[in-house]
């Protein structure tokens, strides 16, 4: 009589549980980044489905989720306990390099934070507060939620966040197709005020100054040159510069020193800055290349800071309420953490004529 073989003492493998955070990223291990590949969705889509979140359709869910398993996708255990607990704080993460030239109590971000913390506070809430050159990730990871002050240049700042998976909301210019809520200002209608202003002033050659790798600086720049071809106006030149005096300054004296003819052979008459700081660094360029402001040439700026009404002359600038701005970021990251689904939002902006 045959013996029956002996059973395994080797216990079957248990089914593969779904992650509802990425621990992958380390040797070997498959990341998120993969399965949203794999899966031809956003990563940001993927952590909310393997979350269970009712933001993403059923069928999407179940199909990441079933993907999940299939590719193997590893289970952490101790981060989705701590996702389970709430630490009633918030990251709020600048996307800035605080300088003697561009302070981080500048009303970029000071004001937009004064409206952040006025709502977290009273919703019993803390606020740890980051920039995005002191490696904002491990704040992030231990907020409940985050709020992003600048998508960066190229949307850098935006993903390097996405893949936290923590409900997440920026302040910035909405794309159409990217899954973090969105509040901003209207930068395409600011764009559009300063260009009627100026055509209203009888400026003709205009002169746009700005980095537009920052979407909010390129929907500006839509809505000015936009403006300007339906009056029959010119943009002459774009000069990209950072948000600072100094490089406002730089930037004008090389449009001034340009005698390689082509749009600028015949001057300009015109310009918008998008910030305050740099529209200011163009008045003393321009004033020491002995040209006044605004019989010369007409200056508007951007953001509508204390220093544009105290400047001699006093700056046409294109106001925007980052206190508002501040409360409705914070309302939406509330919600979000809620279960809600906030939609974006963009706040109108508005001219404030002065001096130049």
């Not at 380390?26 to 794999?38: F, S």
């Not at 003709?204 to 936009?226: C, Q, S």
Request: aromatic share 4%; with cysteine; glycine share 10%.
């Amino acid at each position: 009589m045959r013996s029956r073989p002996a059973k395994s003492s080797v216990p079957a493998a248990p089914p593969q549980a779904v992650p509802d955070t990425a621990a992958a990223g380390e040797a070997g291990r498959l990341t998120m980044a993969d399965l949203a590949a794999r899966a031809q969705v956003s990563i940001i889509t993927v952590s909310r489905a393997l979350r269970d979140s009712p933001s993403v359709r059923e069928d999407t869910r179940r199909r990441i989720q079933d993907l999940a398993r299939e590719m193997g996708y590893r289970f952490n255990a101790t981060a989705r306990n701590l996702r389970l607990q709430r630490s009633h704080t918030i990251a709020v993460v600048v996307d800035m390099k605080p300088s003697p030239e561009r302070p981080m109590s500048g009303p970029f971000p000071l004001d937009l934070l004064g409206g952040i913390c006025q709502e977290l506070t009273t919703a019993g809430y803390n606020v740890l507060l980051t920039t995005g050159q002191s490696q904002p990730a491990a704040a992030v990871h231990a907020a409940d939620g985050a709020i992003l002050l600048g998508q960066g240049a190229d949307d850098t700042a935006v993903r390097q966040l996405l893949p936290i998976g923590v409900p997440l909301v920026v302040w910035g210019a909405p794309q159409p197709g990217v899954d973090p809520v969105f509040v901003g200002s209207d930068n395409h209608q600011g764009g559009a005020l300063a260009a009627a202003r100026l055509i209203e002033t009888g400026r003709r050659r205009l002169v746009f100054l700005g980095d537009t790798r920052h979407r909010e600086n390129a929907e500006r720049l839509h809505g000015f040159a936009e403006t300007l071809a339906s009056a029959g106006a010119v943009l002459v030149a774009l000069a990209p510069c950072d948000f600072t005096f100094n490089a406002g300054v730089a930037a004008v004296r090389g449009l001034l020193a340009d005698t390689s003819g082509g749009p600028l052979g015949g001057g300009f008459d015109g310009i918008f800055a998008c910030s305050d700081a740099i529209a200011l660094g163009a008045i003393r360029a321009l004033t020491e290349a002995k040209l006044s402001v605004p019989e010369d040439v007409s200056v508007i700026g951007y953001d509508d800071t204390p220093m544009a009404a105290f400047h001699t002359p006093a700056l046409t600038s294109v106001h925007q309420n980052w206190t508002e701005g501040g409360v409705r970021l914070a309302q939406s990251v509330l919600a979000l953490i809620n279960g809600e689904h906030p939609e974006s939002l963009i706040l109108p902006t508005r001219l404030v004529v002065r001096a130049t």
